[in-house]
């Protein structure tokens, strides 16, 4: 049977991706842009991606991020850093991200810090972008119940055609409005390794040789040193878990859109860097 090697992508709104497809022509030749554009035959995605839905695997490109603008997110560069090191593989990329959402809150998952609903998910509101309003009372745990919804759709679809999907590394890009909680940050760690513990429980028999890809937040966020100092000791003391320090790597939030700068968000160069970085990572593929 064949194999398909599965990647997740899952956090929030740097996972969703916000940076702007505009200012990619200021630093990389137009061929490469035309490239993304038309999107990657070999490596496709199934996404929940803030308010739309791919409905199932499309070719990975641009605008698997929000409905009205044309952004990207993480998993642009992903592709293009697995299409250089594994021309003649094939790859199945699940994202599920959501702007504006917490861990301890949205992406709570069975085992954390309390409060957990099996029944929560995102019809629950009308509209996606109620999930992202400070303070807008939803049910604990919508986010990682649709997480685990799209990843075992994805997982079933590719079984049904005759593959045996191989869960090679979950990458999170999320803790930006974590830390903006006193109560949030002092969880993290403890809710962190309940969801690492119950994605693993939950899809054990596809995640033998997974790596978790824990990415560092930016200096714009309260707390963002303790934040970065917790995911950089969970992924020293938990084998097969890694930390990315996006601030010694240079990402950067200070330049784009030109007129006023959104800092919350990468810039559109740190964003295709945030994405091969994740993929430098994966190297356990067979």
């Known amino acids: 049977m064949k194999k398909a090697n599965v990647i997740v992508l899952a956090g929030q709104s740097n996972a969703v991706g916000c940076s702007y497809v505009e200012y990619l022509s200021g630093v990389f030749p137009k061929e490469k842009i035309s490239k993304w554009r038309n999107g990657y035959e070999k490596i496709k995605i199934n996404y929940f991606s803030h308010d739309i839905k791919s409905g199932g695997f499309v070719k990975t490109s641009f605008n698997c991020s929000v409905s009205d603008e044309d952004t990207f997110g993480p998993e642009v560069g992903i592709a293009d850093l697995l299409d250089e090191k594994y021309p ?4 199945f990329i699940v994202k599920c991200a959501f702007g504006g959402v917490t861990l301890m809150r949205d992406f709570l998952s069975p085992s954390g810090s309390g409060g957990y609903d099996p029944l929560a998910y995102a019809d629950q509101k009308e509209n996606i972008n109620d999930f992202c309003k400070p303070g807008e009372p939803v049910r604990a745990g919508w986010a990682y119940n649709e997480l685990v919804k799209i990843l075992s759709d994805s997982l079933s679809e590719l079984e049904s055609l005759g593959c045996a999907p ?76 890694v930390f990315i320090d996006t601030i010694a790597a240079g990402l950067d939030t200070m330049k784009e859109p030109h007129n006023e700068p959104d800092i919350g968000h990468y810039d559109a160069e740190s964003m295709i860097k945030l994405g091969r970085t994740f993929a430098k990572y994966i190297t356990n593929i067979k």
């Open 166 to 241: 191989e869960i090679k590394a979950l990458c999170w890009m999320q803790g930006e409005s974590d830390a903006n909680s006193e109560e949030a940050t002092r969880n993290y760690e403890r809710n962190y390794g309940a969801f690492v513990s119950d994605i693993k429980t939950a899809f054990s028999p596809f995640m033998k040789d997974c790596l978790f890809v824990d990415a560092g937040i930016s200096k714009v966020w309260e707390r963002y040193e303790r934040m970065n100092e917790i995911k950089r000791r969970f992924a020293a003391d938990h084998p097969g878990c």
């Open 88 to 91: 003649a593989k094939e790859f």
